[in-house]
């Protein structure tokens, strides 16, 4: 039981890496072969066969493709031998060929396929940088709504760089 919850763990936690076509354009996280093969190295691995969770602690890596999750923790909830919830825990990085995303913690809700950064989020795509408290993204509808909640006149900052001017001197 303890490998087929190890072996399920090793499937889901790279969930995170998986989203379609009109979640990445708008975050700028670009494409993905999500029939890459997946590989996740962390310091140790735990599972709880009674609480059906299999948590990996310690520089976390989970890869697939050219995508890439870090995380001081990532655990993952299982209900009816499938991933319900993916916890990742503690400087939380998503990174892509595109752009990135960061923040403090993240979950990845596997059945509405929501997926939530909380704390310090980061997003960066090339010289582009949105920064705020609580990052949601729906994987069904391609949205993503950022917000600054928290404190008291707290707002979500952005900076875009405009394009290289391409004026030619006389």
């Known amino acids: 039981m303890k490998s087929e919850i190890g072996v399920l763990v090793l499937l889901s936690a790279c969930t995170f890496a998986v989203t379609p076509a009109p979640a990445q354009q708008s975050l700028g996280l670009g494409k993905h072969d999500v029939s890459s093969p997946i590989e996740v190295s962390a310091n140790s691995f735990q599972a709880d066969i009674n609480a ?3 948590t990996y602690v310690g520089d976390v890596i989970v890869k697939q493709g050219d995508f890439r999750l870090r995380a001081d923790k990532v655990r993952v909830n299982v209900v009816n031998g499938k991933p ?5 825990d503690g400087n939380v990085f998503f990174d892509a060929p595109t752009g990135n995303a960061r923040g403090d913690d993240g979950v990845y ?5 929501l997926i939530t950064l909380t704390g310090r989020v980061v997003l960066t795509r090339a010289k582009n940088v949105m920064r705020g408290s609580k990052l949601t993204v729906n994987l069904a509808t391609g949205v993503a709504q ?3 909640g928290g404190t008291t006149g707290s707002r979500v900052q952005s900076l875009f760089a405009p394009p290289a001017s391409q004026s030619k001197k006389p």
């Open 52 to 54: 059906k969770t299999g």
């Open 84 to 88: 319900d919830r993916i916890f990742a």
């Open 109 to 113: 809700d596997v059945r509405p396929r």
């Open 146 to 148: 950022l917000g600054a």
